[in-house]
């Protein structure tokens, strides 16, 4: 089946409207006292960020022709759990951030409680959204999705890495240990994004190794970038404060490779992924195109 071509920016485009519009009618105001805790989650969930997780969704079941919306709600239950992270890690007690995405954290916007419960219930809609047969008529298909989620988002997965970022302020890490700090706080979730395509389009696991090590490269590279710009980026552009890890004296692959071996070391990962895909045609284009973006992005 032929796949018309789509550009990133166009797919970009695409899939954040996509998003947004899902989220705008899953966390509608009610007219009740949950008023307030709805519009936290608004708050952090609409508008703004790169919806990188839901685009890689897409641009894997577009391997396989996946309908739109089966891919469409995979990908906002992903972002959903991401963004819960993100609410939760900009606590005083984690992170401690004033500012998210160009506007003020849920904390600071709402205050500590409001934001803790609307991280809660995004996390809580994520699974309540691939559970629902509306996201794909084969139940096996459902679970496979709540189980790979659940396990990217939990102790072997995004929160497992962050309570070793958070140890990182009072240890000294080794390049090894920040890389698997990394391939679980920000990788895992990168991983589930891709799996999650090919989980959609019916692949089987044994199927999966090159996707598998495609998601793995970027996810490292991906960080890589984030350490180069939060040392080199603007404020206004990425959205949120820099210099964060040097000043709580964390190491970072930038810390210890160094800036020129750091961005060899990500060029290098971006190539490999790129050459994980090299069993799929044209129809894989736009998981090379990200993999590309990886390094150029500003934010």
Known sequence: MSIAPLSLADALVDVGTDIDTRLDSLIAIPDDARAP??????????????????LLVAATGRLF????????????????????????????????????????????????????????????????????????????????????????????GMAGGQAMDLEAEKSTFDLPTVTRLQAMKTGALIACSVEAGAILGKLPPEGRTGLRGYARDLGLAFQIADDILDVEGDEAAVGKKLHKDAGAGKETFLSLLGLPRAREQARMLVDQAIDHLKHYGPEADLLREIARFTLERDR
């Open 65 to 156: 022709a996946v309908d739109r919306d089966c891919v469409g709600r995979a990908g906002m239950a992903i972002e959903c759990v991401h963004v819960y992270s993100l609410i939760h890690d900009d606590l005083p007690a984690m992170d401690n951030d004033d500012m998210r995405r160009g506007k003020p954290t849920v904390h600071k916007a709402f205050d500590e409680a409001t934001a803790i419960l609307a991280g809660d219930c995004l996390h809580a809609l994520a699974f309540e959204i691939l559970a629902d047969p509306a996201t794909h008529a084969d139940p096996f298909v459902r679970s496979e999705l709540v189980l790979d989620l659940a396990r990217a988002a939990g102790p072997a």
């Open 37 to 54: 805790l709805y519009r936290a989650m608004r708050h952090a969930a609409i508008g703004g960020g790169k919806r990188l997780r839901p």
